[in-house]
């Protein structure tokens, strides 16, 4: 295939991915949608049967819509394997996530066979292969066979997957609206000064590049902004050394699982992705009583750790069972300064439907609870321990 197919203007990146230079728009969405799919796959518009649209909402951060082309006399599983997901890039989401980088992430799991093939990125979104399946909710999360396929299936993430680091620097796209007084190059070697040696991006630059974003317009955002700054550079000096990693268990019923989204792909400590997993369970109203107790968070990452043992070496001397669980209970505050911080600037440039500053103050708080636990302020004050900090300290 040539680079650029003239009849209409589909041009290859320097990865061979099909680029469109169309985009969607929320305002016209079946008419958008239509010229992205149709300038993909000409003959959906030439053949019998209609195209049709489903909008998925589960998520907060994009528009996601999937298409089917419903060809006469075809079965619904049929319809499927032929299906392919639109997901557009929600408004401004690009001081939060590096496309560039999320392209080439959604690329890497899929020559890993962990990902649908990626078909084309157009002006404003990506357009890949439909995983037919459940959408877990969080209640979900909560059923064996279900977190013991989770488990088996992030072990494979971390054994496989290599580390992808852009160069020496973390990215900060020269469009991105960094909200300081700073060059280009000054913001960037502040990214990259909060975690000095280790491959970039990862969650401690990501979050870097997330508070050089927070708004300033008040000195109450600036006043967070500096705490938080102080909190994440405390948090990445704890914690950002912590190692990483170098059959089924019998009678156990698992589910077959996928993981279907990779804008936020980054290489993390296994112990903050599986801390971040198990936050899930509350979902986003934060059921803190969802969440796994001590013993279901174990017999998780034993699961994880024979998976983990599946798919590559590691040392038989060492009880990595026993240092995941504690490592895992040192990261557990973290998600919530991780997920607090983006939900604050999603409160300033998203358009969807969701009450951001309220989720924001809810994450926040419980990385300052696990901070006020960690350091015994909690106690020493004489308060209750709070719901969340309880929950995960029983059996």
Avoid at 297 to 324: G, N, V
Wanted: charged share 25%.
């Amino acid at each position: 295939m040539s680079p650029l197919n003239a009849s209409n203007g589909i041009h290859q990146n320097g990865n061979g991915l099909r680029q469109l230079p169309l985009s969607y728009q929320n305002a016209e969405s079946q008419t958008s949608a239509s010229h992205l799919i149709l300038a993909l796959f000409p003959d959906w518009g030439q053949s019998e049967g209609p195209v049709e649209f489903t909008r998925f909402k589960d998520g907060i951060t994009n528009t996601l819509l999937k298409a089917v082309k419903k060809r006469p006399g075809s079965t619904e599983e049929q319809l499927d394997e032929e299906a392919v997901l639109l997901r557009a890039y929600g408004n401004g989401t690009e001081v939060l996530i590096d496309r560039d980088r999320e392209t080439k992430s959604h690329s890497l799991l899929a020559h890993h066979g962990l990902a649908p093939p990626l078909l084309a990125r157009f002006d404003n979104g990506l357009i890949y292969k439909f995983i037919r399946g459940q959408v877990c909710t969080p209640a979900d999360l909560q059923k064996e066979p279900i977190w013991r396929g989770v488990a088996r299936r992030l072990a494979q993430w971390h054994a496989l997957l290599p580390i992808v680091a852009d160069g020496k620097r973390a990215v900060v796209r020269d469009d991105a609206e960094i909200a300081l007084a700073q060059s280009p190059q000054t913001a960037l070697d502040g990214v990259n000064a909060i975690s000095p040696g280790k491959p970039v991006p990862n969650i401690w630059t990501v979050m870097q590049k997330w508070i050089f974003a927070l708004p300033t317009s008040t000195k109450g955002e600036l006043d967070q902004k500096a705490k938080l700054q102080r909190e994440l550079a405390r948090s990445a000096a704890e914690l950002g050394h912590t190692p990483g990693l170098g059959g089924n268990g019998p009678g156990y019923k698992i589910a077959s699982v996928s993981f279907i989204d990779y804008e936020y792909a980054t290489p993390s400590p296994p112990a903050f992705d599986l801390a971040n997993h198990f936050s899930e369970w509350g979902g986003f109203e934060c059921e803190y009583n969802a969440l796994p107790t001590r013993s279901t968070r174990r017999a998780f990452i034993e699961e994880y750790m024979a998976s983990y043992a599946s798919h590559t070496h590691i040392d038989p001397s060492i009880d990595y069972t026993d240092r995941i669980v504690k490592e895992v209970d040192l990261f557990r505050g973290i998600p919530g300064l991780y997920w607090g911080i983006w939900a604050l600037i999603q409160t300033t440039i998203s358009q969807i439907d969701f009450d951001y500053a309220s989720y924001a103050k809810l994450r926040l708080g419980e990385y300052f609870d696990w901070r006020a636990e960690e350091d015994g302020t909690r106690a020493k004050a004489g308060m209750m321990m709070p719901l969340r900090e309880t929950r995960w300290a029983e059996d």
